[in-house]
């Protein structure tokens, strides 16, 4: 079986830049993980009234409230099949600007043929994503609708008006062999929100499993 993001491409992904593919290559089958370690060169965030918003996401690991330049970090990719049965891969970034890590907690499925994204300790916000490849062979991803989930009565149509929608493209540098990234989100009333621009260097060490310590504490079914 491909991994999630192969499934979810298809023939795109073999225009991914070849470095590319082996990172979104990572699936129970391919066998490995993808640890990336680097520096974000710039982590910045909208006005002072967005303190607020972002200060109740990093709560449940979903947002990043610091701002600073040249920020060690990682990103811990591993496939791991959940307690529902579905394939899903860690997404998990920490961030050391201070003496506490921020850190972001993501986990991917494929649904409906396309990849869903889980965010937060708890996956309170599953979030439709939308990949394309670019002419570059660079990831451009895209978020769409956002659903809340929490216990087991809990369920609506997260408003955007309350949240963001993220634009990220991942690109590999051959001159300088590494990855580099791009994130911004933009509320559609307020304006940007949040974003950073990185660059990391990865290595593949072979799993088949997640550690406890990137998997969420509740694993939500509803999609």
């Known amino acids: 079986m491909t991994s999630i993001f192969e499934q979810a491409l298809g023939e795109d992904f073999a225009r991914l830049q070849p470095m590319l593919r082996k990172r979104f290559g990572v699936g129970l089958d391919s066998g490995y993980a993808c640890i990336g370690r680097g520096v974000m060169t ?9 303190v ?3 200060q109740i996401g990093k709560i449940r690991n979903i947002l990043i409230p610091d701002v600073g330049t040249d920020v060690p970090f990682t990103i ?10 579905r394939e899903t891969v860690t997404f998990v970034r920490e961030y050391r600007m201070r003496e506490k890590p921020s850190r972001f907690d993501a986990t991917m499925v494929l649904s409906n043929g396309a990849v869903l994204d889980y965010l937060g300790t708890h996956q309170h916000l599953a979030v439709d994503l939308d990949l394309s ?4 062979g660079s990831l451009h991803l895209r978020s769409g609708e ?3 989930y929490e216990g087991r009565f809990v369920a609506f149509r997260f408003p955007m008006l309350f949240s963001g929608r993220a ?3 991942e ?9 580099r990234v791009k994130l911004e989100v933009v509320n559609p ?6 974003g950073y621009e990185g660059e990391f260097r990865c290595e593949f060490p072979s799993a088949s499993d997640a550690p406890a310590r990137l998997k969420p504490v509740r694993h939500e079914q509803r999609q």
């Open 146 to 148: 956002q659903r809340f």
């Open 171 to 179: 690109s590999w540098d051959d001159a300088a062999q590494l990855y």
């Open 76 to 85: 811990e990719n591993y496939p791991y099949r959940d307690p529902f049965g």
């Open 189 to 194: 009333v307020f304006g940007f929100l949040f």
């Open 133 to 136: 490849v670019e002419a570059d």
């Open 42 to 50: 710039r982590v910045r965030r909208g006005p002072w009234w967005t």
């Open 167 to 169: 634009d990220l493209r």
């Open 52 to 54: 607020p918003f972002l």
